[in-house]
């Protein structure tokens, strides 16, 4: 089959590669329909992850067909449309029993590599390097799916593909950013990041009873985008200074939550020292390390609450796609650009650089180039 695989630092090319097979009795074979480029693959694309091996499939954000399973799989059958969520659980052990699927006890088989780099290891998570459990990513032609009876939820006949694609990652962590913040009517929340994380932290933000949002950013296209789809102010970071404009914003106390969808040491510092006394600090944006020179003082002083973690995508998925079919949330204005594998250079150049108005790229796996 087709797929795109890392090859170093900033590089990635199309190449042929043996189709997945089924390994354990858990899993399902995907025929990727459409495979959409994630803030995370650019951390990961840089060579910032340090378990990244020549070769590796990149992809975690995705929609496809079931075409193979194993015998213990019982919920999704052959020929049926799925989502796919990014994160992996087993859907058994004590993590995945109250929700917390990206906890997952069971999923990543190379926890001393995810301990070793980042100080503690997250479960597996597709497409994402050794120290993420190894697992081949999505953009390719076909991807294996392990614990498919959780990770493969059926899309509603209604959805498109490019309303449901952002069930995989983009909207169920947008929306768990929001709900970590235990919204109250009133509430005004800010947001660091207007990628498809971030855009989706704003409607979620609505949704679950925000007065006013902020949101954060310096690519005017993106900070449009949220503007045309909902009441949100926006500030843009090269223009004003955030910290000013936002308690200027909310009378001199501060945003009651503030979210980072962004996941640079620089917002983080900037969400805690905005935030308002006993306010929340909700942090998706991904973090791998250690950190320094953090403003633990005033995140302290402050009686802060801080919630933070990878997304626990099952647990959202058919909450979501409620929430779609209803018209509350239409996720497809984040899919700006449908390319091919082979288009992956460019498409990935597109996504970091802001080009055209990018926001997302979708790669879809049966397409000829376009761009050529
Ligand atoms: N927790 C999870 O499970 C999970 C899942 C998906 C993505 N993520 C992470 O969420 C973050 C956002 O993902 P995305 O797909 O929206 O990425 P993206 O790259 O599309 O968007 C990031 C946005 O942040 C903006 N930005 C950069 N510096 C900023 C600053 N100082 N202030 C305000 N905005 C700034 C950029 O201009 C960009 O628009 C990434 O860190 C990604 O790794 C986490
Ligand atoms: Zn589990």
Same mark, same amino acid.
């Given at each position: 089959?087709?797929?795109?695989?890392?090859?170093?630092?900033?590089?990635?090319?199309?190449?042929?590669?043996?189709?997945?097979?089924?390994?354990?009795?858990?899993?399902?074979?995907?025929?990727?329909?459409?495979?959409?480029?994630?803030?995370?693959?650019? @951390?990961?694309?840089?060579?910032?992850?340090?378990?990244?091996?020549?070769?590796?499939?990149?992809?975690?954000?995705?929609?496809?067909?079931?075409?193979?399973?194993?015998?213990?799989?019982?919920?999704? %059958?052959?020929?049926?449309?799925?989502?796919?969520?990014?994160?992996?659980?087993?859907? @058994?052990?004590?993590?995945?029993?109250?929700?917390?699927?990206?906890?997952?006890?069971?999923?990543?088989?190379?926890?001393?590599?995810?301990?070793?780099?980042?100080?503690?290891?997250?479960?597996?998570?597709?497409?994402?390097?050794?120290?993420?459990?190894?697992?081949?990513?999505? @953009?390719?032609?076909?991807?294996?799916?392990?614990?498919?009876?959780?990770?493969?939820?059926?899309?509603?006949?209604?959805?498109?593909?490019?309303?449901?694609?952002?069930?995989?990652?983009?909207?169920?962590?947008?929306?768990?950013?929001?709900?970590?913040?235990?919204?109250?009517?009133?509430?005004?929340? %800010?947001?660091?990041?207007?990628?498809?994380?971030?855009?989706?932290?704003?409607?979620?933000?609505?949704?679950?009873?925000?007065?006013?949002?902020?949101?954060?950013?310096?690519?005017?296209?993106?900070?449009?985008?949220?503007?045309?789809?909902?009441?949100?102010?926006?500030?843009?970071?090269?223009?004003?200074?955030? @910290?000013?404009?936002?308690?200027?914003?909310?009378?001199?106390?501060?945003?009651?939550?503030?979210?980072?969808?962004?996941?640079?040491?620089?917002?983080?510092?900037?969400?805690?020292?905005?935030?308002?006394?006993?306010?929340?600090?909700?942090?998706?944006?991904?973090?791998?390390?250690?950190?320094?020179?953090?403003?633990?003082?005033?995140?302290?002083?402050?009686?802060?609450?801080?919630?933070?973690?990878?997304?626990?995508?099952?647990?959202?998925?058919?909450?979501?796609?409620?929430?779609?079919?209803?018209?509350?949330?239409?996720?497809?204005?984040?899919?700006?650009?449908?390319?091919?594998?082979?288009?992956?250079?460019?498409?990935?150049?597109?996504?970091?650089?802001?080009?055209?108005?990018?926001?997302?790229?979708?790669?879809?796996?049966?397409?000829?180039?376009?761009?050529?």
């Amino acid at each position: 089959m087709k797929a795109l695989c890392w090859r170093g630092a900033g590089s990635v090319a199309c190449e042929t590669v043996p189709d997945p097979r089924l390994i354990n009795p858990h899993d399902a074979i995907v025929k990727v329909t459409l495979s959409s480029v994630n803030g995370a693959d650019l @951390h990961l694309l840089e060579g910032s992850v340090p378990s990244m091996k020549p070769g590796d499939i990149i992809g975690r954000e995705f929609i496809g067909e079931i075409v193979d399973r194993g015998r213990d799989v019982a919920k999704v %059958a052959v020929g049926q449309r799925v989502v796919v969520s990014s994160v992996i659980g087993c859907g @058994h052990c004590y993590h995945c029993g109250i929700g917390d699927y990206s906890l997952c006890d069971n999923t990543n088989p190379n926890e001393d590599v995810g301990d070793r780099h980042f100080g503690f290891a997250t479960c597996g998570i597709l497409g994402s390097s050794t120290a993420f459990g190894g697992y081949a990513g999505s @953009h390719a032609q076909y991807v294996r799916v392990p614990f498919a009876d959780l990770g493969c939820v059926p899309l509603s006949d209604v959805l498109s593909d490019q309303s449901s694609l952002f069930l995989s990652d983009a909207f169920p962590t947008g929306f768990m950013a929001a709900d970590m913040c235990e919204l109250q009517p009133g509430h005004v929340v %800010a947001i660091w990041g207007a990628g498809g994380v971030g855009q989706m932290a704003v409607q979620s933000a609505f949704l679950l009873g925000a007065d006013r949002v902020i949101l954060i950013d310096r690519v005017p296209s993106r900070l449009k985008a949220a503007s045309l789809r909902s009441n949100v102010e926006v500030l843009n970071y090269d223009e004003v200074n955030v @910290h000013e404009a936002l308690k200027e914003l909310t009378s001199g106390r501060g945003p009651d939550a503030c979210i980072d969808a962004v996941g640079r040491d620089g917002v983080l510092s900037q969400a805690v020292l905005a935030c308002r006394k006993g306010g929340t600090v909700s942090v998706v944006g991904v973090y791998t390390g250690v950190l320094d020179r953090f403003p633990i003082g005033a995140a302290m002083n402050k009686g802060l609450r801080f919630r933070m973690g990878q997304v626990h995508g099952p647990r959202y998925v058919s909450r979501l796609m409620k929430v779609i079919e209803k018209g509350e949330i239409d996720p497809s204005f984040l899919l700006t650009h449908t390319l091919s594998l082979r288009e992956g250079s460019e498409g990935y150049k597109m996504f970091k650089n802001k080009s055209d108005n990018c926001m997302r790229v979708a790669f879809d796996p049966w397409l000829e180039p376009t761009l050529h």
